[in-house]
């Protein structure tokens, strides 16, 4: 086993250096070992691996060849692809499953532009040196917790810098975790990476595009409560040729100072220590840098690991900070139409809003008598009477996680089912349902030295198949629903009216709640633009032996209206009418019955044919 020379050279100029231990494969990156974009990795169940392209360049085999040297010092070249031939530099391409050794270097050819120099002596490049990265790749930000601070614990010694570090890590997470409902987490961060790492400055920097934005400069005299920074005034140039580094490979940075003639660009020539970390999105990509830089003679030392380590998860912290801070924002703009529960599964998982099929439940509400109590109330009392009403209803539609689909002048839709799933959507339209009577009784306390009018509510609630998702534009978000099973639910609210209901209820929705809410049968309907017979049910909130008499004889003279004995349905309506005579569905069916007993029709069909929308 010896150490050998790696120099990977790319034709935009770029290259990279590093020294191991053989024997070594290398490849593309293999993201189920959670290897590093670029680098060495030590923790792959292979062995020592040499990552030389990302996962998404796939024209560069994941295991393409393995390099060791043999007894005599000399370079082993085995080609493992058993497709790809390894082209050699200078050199007959090496077959398949075939090796080659060579004496003191041999430069192979990874992919088009990019070549791989592997050598035995010292390194062609001596600017590459100037860096180095941790072999590993950056903490996901939505990990970034004081767990973090526990596994360092785990691995750092038991006394001195590394127990003292982690301590301060460990203090210094949760302050930044806790702040980010403000950007002075970024600040906190900064502040965090000055004291641990033994910074003279910190600076976050985000990227816009082609421009870019410091959030967040801190300079370790300022810690101190000097009103102004003397290290600010002898401070170097930020690397650019650094932060670009961290922002094309997404991987931490540590700079040591080389011969002067090494340096790349004059944005190097006064430094002398730096790390760059790379701040991450929720895919990876690198959307900023946490910089930290060391100049003065107290600050003439390497960057250790674990201060480079460290770094790393601070702007790790700061990614997640910035990934809580997007969460809050749509999950605030989202709870105007779902319910905090559903707004955070959207939060996690946008795919919800996709356009789809599912199984939901719809409901219309609507204000009665709307134009009277508007003329009695005056535009500006009407407005306070209808947020009143709306919000009463919106808080019993979010109780049961539901969706505020619109409000269309006195009338709310309302959808369960979607966008999270909800096995049990029938269920919570119609507990819904209940709970809007009960909130209209308040309602109708608060306002009645005000309006003259019995304030009341007319609702149609059916179940079915329908296509969900965000149908509106660039400009506004819109949830929406489509498909019949909404036609029919708007047609059963209209229907109220003419039953002399408040709720009706469709078969669909009421065979999936087991029969839990107090309904009776009160018609099979037909009504315009929808094929289908619908079988329609009244619910009502309350239960009693009254009601449940009514609903034993009414369904019993719907029966016989639907057999065409007529005779026998006037007979128990009548009995239903000395008991309740306000019950309007009785009365209808009456008049029904009485028509066909005087005028019998040829066609008769006991579908209620419903002609207004």
Sequence with gaps: ??????????????????????????????????????????????????????????????????VNTDDDGMIVIQNLHPQCELLVVQGDPLPCNASRRFAKSIELVIRERTTLRVSNGQPTSDSSQIYRTLNSLPLDPMSISMQVGDDLATHAPETGQGQEVVHLLQQVLPVIRESVTTDSFFRAAAFAAVRIAKLNRCIIRLFQEDAFEDRAEVFEDSIAGEAMSR?????????????????????????????????????????????????????????????????????????SDIEAKLVEILAGAVAA?????????????????????????IVVNESLLDARETDVSVMFCDVRKFSSISKSLGPKGTVAFMQDVFTVLSECVEQTDG?????????????????????????????????????????????????????????????????????????????????????????????????????????????????????????????????????????????????????????????????????????????????????????RLLGLSVAQMRHPSENFSPVDSLTQK
Aim: with cysteine.
């Design 403 to 587: 969706v505020l689909i619109n409000y269309i002048g006195d009338e709310l839709i309302a959808m369960w089912g979607a966008p999270d799933s909800q096995p049990d959507h029938a269920y919570r339209s119609l507990s819904t349902a209940e709970a809007m009577f009960a909130g209209i009784e308040e309602i109708r306390e608060r306002w009645a030295d005000k309006v003259c009018e019995s304030i009341r509510i007319g609702i149609g609630v059916n179940s079915g198949t329908a296509a969900v998702g965000n149908t509106g534009s660039r400009i506004k978000f819109q949830y929406g629903v489509f498909g019949n099973v909404v036609n029919v639910a708007s047609r059963l609210q209209s229907a109220t009216k003419q039953f002399g209901v408040d709720c009706l209820v469709s078969s669909n929705t009421l065979a999936q709640t087991d029969h839990a809410f107090n309904t009776r049968n009160l018609a099979t309907i037909s009504v315009v633009g929808i094929p289908e017979d619908i079988v329609v049910h009244q619910l009502v909130t309350h239960s009693s032996d009254r009601w449940r008499r009514l609903c034993s004889l009414y369904e019993e003279a719907l029966q016989d209206y639907h057999a065409m004995q007529f005779a026998d349905a006037i007979q128990t309506l009548g009995q239903v009418l000395r008991d309740c005579p306000d019950d309007e569905p009785s009365m």
């Design 231 to 303: 290290l600010r005034q002898s401070a170097p140039e930020v690397s650019d040729t650094m932060i670009n580094r961290v922002r094309k490979r997404g991987l931490t940075q540590i700079f040591d100072t080389a011969s002067p003639g090494a340096l790349e660009g004059a944005s190097l020539m006064n430094l002398s220590q730096a790390v760059a970390a790379p701040i991450l999105d929720k895919e990876r990509r690198v959307v900023g840098v946490l910089y930290g830089d060391r100049w003065t003679d107290l600050s003439m030392r390497p960057f």
């Design 1 to 66: 086993m010896m150490s050998l020379n790696f120099e990977l050279f790319r034709g935009d100029g770029t290259n990279d250096a590093w020294t191991a231990e053989t024997p070594v494969n290398v490849g593309r990156q293999d993201p189920s070992c959670s290897e590093p974009v670029m680098g060495l990795f030590e923790n792959n169940p292979c062995g020592r691996r040499l990552v030389v392209a990302a996962a998404i360049n796939r024209d560069v085999p994941r295991y393409f060849f393995s």
């Design 321 to 345: 900070g910035m990934a809580r801070q997007s969460e809050e924002r749509q999950r605030t703009s989202m709870q105007v139409y779902f319910s905090d529960r559903v707004a955070k599964h």
